[in-house]
């Protein structure tokens, strides 16, 4: 296969994506190794090197005796064509061995976009599709990641999902297929002993029926698997594993920076974010070992940038400290700290003036709707004043470049919504001509809206979405609203987001579209090169499968859902509760300031929830 690789690489694009041999790249003694897994990242190498869960996680397998853990990422089109032609299976970067030597097949879930990805990596590595036809214990196939908390559009193909933060329970997976593997274990010993771990969903134990209407009437447990499952954590992030000494990519990647990762959690209960209810409770690092894990890392890396990594990180309660440690460090080696992901209610002036002593980019913020009502609806818990007094405090600080991002067709949303997005815009620029300290360089508001897409385990979980034409229309309504020259607008199409929302609150009877749509030719459909809209819609009405039935319809009150085996710890009468306050344009206060019995609490054994 190496002579054959040799040959191809010069004729596809970015050949650096399918080499190895990176700087830290983990390579053992095959004759030591008693499991081998292939992790699996979903999407193109550039994205998969960029994530951070992802070189955890790699770190974590590696670090164990015994077991190595190599990376696979899906190729571009032509070299996936290269490979084909030249018979070429998918193979792991440190040993370019076949995945399908491989004991175990991990998958990385991020995006319900890269599902038809799964699907064609195990084609390509000529693993059978279908979980029920693979014998045994080779290729054991699991996978996990925030896409995990709904599994069933993946049910038919994945062996097990592992749900939550991995770091604990990646160790326990692999142990007990050691032990599978050195006892002689038939596969459905394996699954029945796996199944028994917290937090571990496996399909193929669970039976789903549906009605007349095609809801689903019961899902009934097998084999003695738990009726729910929960998610995983990790109480202790001062003692979890961080990967400071990681790879270093041959090529240019995403996010080409070290990562230093503040918090897990969010206190402020946005009512549309998956994220912010799946990774409660909150956690955090303290700013010792993070000043240590930087210094480490930057030095092992040689990294020119550093940026802190979180869902809000203007909510860590040592920022200001941090920050200042870290910037004793990274100023004299000149080295950027970036801070993203702040919020426009917590912007202080000493922030701003810490800010300026590295590069200066742009402010980016989410006020996500354009009035307060429609705020208060999705709890975005931040006022128009706030916005604009954040805004006041940066451009008289020097900045002249703010990025806003907004989302059209959220729940109770309504055309005077809409208009407030422009209103809001023009009273930023209003803002700056009052307070720019440098008019000369003018000012560039780049204006973002995004198409709602109602995910599981949030408020708006029962929630229908916009019809495209409806988006389009809002869309367009709001274009010709954005007149003044330093705006700059732009927006996603309907057509991905439609999709999203389909895979998003999907049920098993979707196996069957993946797998259709990917015999088809989709695949990498995160990227406009190779969605194919068309495609997507043929295939669900040769199914008789009605995407609207997942979208537009909503989900009823009391509906069981796909996901309803599944828990993140947070209680669905919380869900509830906070759907109707969001109707009644009632606000629920973030978690500092009064908690709000989510029941994310539960989970913490022995450490208490930073919030």
Same mark, same amino acid.
């Given at each position: 296969?190496?002579?054959?690789?040799?040959?191809?690489?010069? +004729?596809?694009? =970015?050949?650096?994506?399918?080499?190895?041999?990176?700087?830290?790249?983990?390579?053992?003694?095959?004759?030591?190794?008693?499991?081998?897994?292939?992790?699996?990242?979903?999407?193109?190498?550039?994205?998969?090197?960029?994530?951070?869960?992802?070189?955890?996680?790699?770190?974590?397998?590696?670090?164990?005796?015994?077991?190595?853990?190599?990376?696979?990422?899906?190729?571009?089109?032509?070299?996936?064509?290269?490979?084909?032609?030249?018979?070429?299976?998918?193979?792991?970067?440190?040993?370019?061995?076949?995945?399908?030597?491989?004991?175990? $097949?991990? !998958?990385?879930? &991020?995006?319900?976009?890269?599902?038809?990805?799964?699907?064609?990596?195990?084609?390509?590595?000529?693993?059978?599709?279908?979980?029920?036809?693979?014998?045994?214990?080779?290729?054991?196939?699991?996978?996990?990641?925030?896409?995990?908390?709904?599994?069933?559009?993946?049910?038919?193909?994945?062996?097990?999902?592992?749900?939550?933060?991995?770091?604990?329970? #990646?160790?326990?997976?692999?142990?007990? @297929?050691?032990?599978?593997?050195?006892?002689?274990?038939?596969?459905?010993?394996?699954?029945?002993?796996?199944?028994?771990?917290? &937090?571990?969903?496996?399909?193929?134990?669970?039976?789903?029926? @549906?009605?007349?209407?095609?809801? $689903?009437?019961?899902?009934?447990?097998?084999?003695?698997?738990?009726? #729910?499952?929960?998610?995983?954590?990790?109480?202790?992030?001062?003692?979890? @594993?961080?990967?400071?000494?990681?790879?270093?990519?041959?090529?240019?990647?995403?996010?080409?920076?070290?990562?230093?990762?503040?918090?897990?959690?969010?206190?402020?209960?946005?009512? !549309?974010?998956?994220?912010?209810?799946?990774?409660?409770?909150?956690?955090?690092?303290?700013? =010792?070992?993070?000043?240590?894990?930087?210094?480490?890392?930057?030095?092992?890396?040689?990294?020119?940038?550093?940026?802190?990594?979180?869902?809000?990180?203007?909510? /860590?309660?040592?920022?200001?400290?941090?920050?200042?440690?870290?910037?004793?460090?990274? $100023?004299?080696?000149?080295?950027?700290?970036?801070?993203?992901?702040?919020?426009?209610?917590?912007?202080?002036?000493?922030?701003?003036?810490?800010?300026?002593? %590295?590069?200066?980019?742009?402010?980016?913020?989410?006020?996500?709707?354009?009035?307060?009502?429609?705020?208060?609806?999705?709890? =975005?818990?931040? #006022?128009?004043?706030?916005?604009?007094?954040?805004?006041?405090?940066?451009?008289?600080?020097?900045?002249?470049?703010?990025?806003?991002?907004?989302?059209?067709?959220?729940?109770?949303?309504?055309?005077?919504?809409?208009?407030? $997005?422009?209103?809001?815009? /023009?009273? %930023?620029? +209003?803002?700056?001509?009052?307070?720019?300290?440098?008019?000369?360089?003018?000012?560039?508001?780049?204006?973002?809206?995004?198409?709602? %897409?109602?995910?599981?385990? #949030?408020?708006?979980?029962?929630?229908?979405?916009?019809?495209?034409?409806?988006?389009?229309?809002?869309? =367009?309504?709001?274009?010709?609203?954005?007149?003044?020259?330093?705006?700059? /607008?732009?927006?996603?199409?309907?057509?991905?987001?439609?999709?999203?929302? %389909?895979?998003?609150?999907?049920?098993?009877?979707?196996?069957?579209?993946?797998?259709?749509?990917?015999?088809?030719?989709?695949?990498?459909?995160?990227?406009?090169? @190779?969605?194919?809209?068309?495609?997507?819609?043929?295939?669900?009405?040769?199914?008789?499968?009605?995407?609207?039935?997942?979208?537009?319809?909503?989900?009823?009150?009391?509906?069981?859902?796909?996901?309803?085996?599944?828990?993140?710890?947070?209680?669905?009468?919380?869900?509830?509760?906070?759907?109707?306050?969001?109707?009644?344009?009632?606000?629920?206060?973030?978690?500092?300031?009064?908690?709000?019995?989510?029941?994310?609490?539960?989970?913490?054994?022995?450490?208490?929830?930073?919030?």
């Amino acid at each position: 296969m190496t002579e054959k690789l040799q040959r191809i690489l010069p +004729k596809v694009q =970015k050949p650096a994506r399918y080499v190895g041999g990176e700087y830290n790249a983990v390579v053992k003694n095959k004759d030591e190794v008693e499991v081998r897994v292939a992790f699996c990242f979903p999407d193109l190498y550039e994205l998969g090197m960029s994530n951070l869960g992802f070189r955890i996680l790699y770190g974590v397998m590696n670090g164990m005796p015994g077991v190595w853990c190599e990376r696979v990422f899906a190729p571009w089109g032509d070299m996936e064509q290269a490979m084909r032609d030249n018979e070429i299976p998918l193979f792991a970067l440190e040993s370019r061995d076949p995945v399908k030597d491989f004991d175990m $097949i991990a !998958f990385s879930l &991020g995006y319900e976009m890269s599902y038809t990805n799964v699907l064609n990596m195990l084609l390509l590595a000529g693993v059978p599709l279908h979980a029920g036809e693979r014998e045994g214990l080779r290729n054991i196939v699991f996978a996990g990641g925030t896409c995990a908390y709904n599994p069933e559009p993946l049910a038919d193909f994945i062996d097990f999902f592992s749900l939550g933060e991995g770091e604990e329970l #990646t160790v326990e997976i692999v142990e007990l @297929y050691r032990k599978a593997k050195r006892e002689n274990w038939s596969k459905h010993e394996f699954l029945l002993a796996v199944s028994r771990l917290e &937090g571990i969903y496996v399909p193929s134990f669970y039976e789903h029926t @549906y009605n007349p209407d095609g809801t $689903i009437a019961a899902i009934t447990p097998l084999y003695g698997a738990p009726e #729910t499952v929960t998610k995983r954590i990790i109480e202790d992030l001062d003692s979890a @594993y961080y990967p400071a000494k990681t790879i270093i990519p041959n090529t240019e990647i995403v996010h080409d920076r070290t990562n230093l990762e503040v918090m897990r959690g969010c206190i402020r209960g946005c009512r !549309f974010c998956q994220a912010g209810f799946c990774y409660r409770p909150v956690r955090k690092r303290s700013a =010792k070992v993070l000043c240590e894990q930087a210094r480490e890392a930057l030095e092992d890396s040689g990294n020119h940038e550093i940026t802190m990594s979180s869902l809000s990180t203007s909510d /860590y309660r040592e920022l200001e400290p941090l920050m200042d440690e870290l910037l004793d460090y990274t $100023i004299p080696k000149k080295i950027n700290l970036s801070v993203p992901s702040l919020r426009a209610d917590n912007f202080s002036r000493e922030l701003m003036l810490k800010l300026q002593k %590295v590069r200066k980019s742009g402010l980016t913020f989410a006020p996500e709707a354009g009035t307060q009502r429609l705020r208060d609806a999705i709890n =975005k818990n931040v #006022t128009e004043e706030e916005i604009l007094t954040t805004c006041a405090t940066a451009f008289s600080g020097g900045w002249n470049n703010v990025k806003l991002y907004f989302m059209l067709g959220l729940p109770t949303e309504t055309d005077e919504d809409v208009a407030g $997005i422009a209103e809001l815009v /023009y009273k %930023v620029i +209003k803002t700056w001509r009052a307070n720019a300290v440098n008019k000369k360089r003018g000012l560039r508001v780049h204006v973002s809206t995004a198409y709602f %897409v109602p995910k599981p385990f #949030t408020p708006f979980q029962w929630e229908k979405q916009d019809t495209p034409e409806e988006y389009t229309r809002k869309q =367009k309504l709001l274009k010709s609203m954005m007149l003044s020259k330093s705006v700059e /607008y732009n927006w996603h199409a309907p057509d991905l987001s439609r999709l999203e929302a %389909v895979l998003a609150r999907g049920d098993r009877r979707l196996c069957a579209v993946l797998e259709e749509a990917v015999r088809r030719g989709c695949r990498l459909d995160g990227w406009d090169e @190779y969605f194919s809209y068309q495609t997507w819609l043929d295939v669900f009405a040769d199914l008789g499968i009605d995407p609207d039935f997942y979208t537009t319809r909503g989900y009823g009150d009391d509906e069981i859902f796909p996901w309803q085996t599944i828990s993140v710890g947070v209680r669905r009468e919380f869900f509830r509760r906070e759907r109707e306050r969001a109707y009644q344009g009632l606000t629920t206060p973030d978690c500092r300031t009064q908690c709000s019995a989510c029941g994310a609490d539960r989970l913490l054994k022995e450490v208490d929830c930073d919030a």
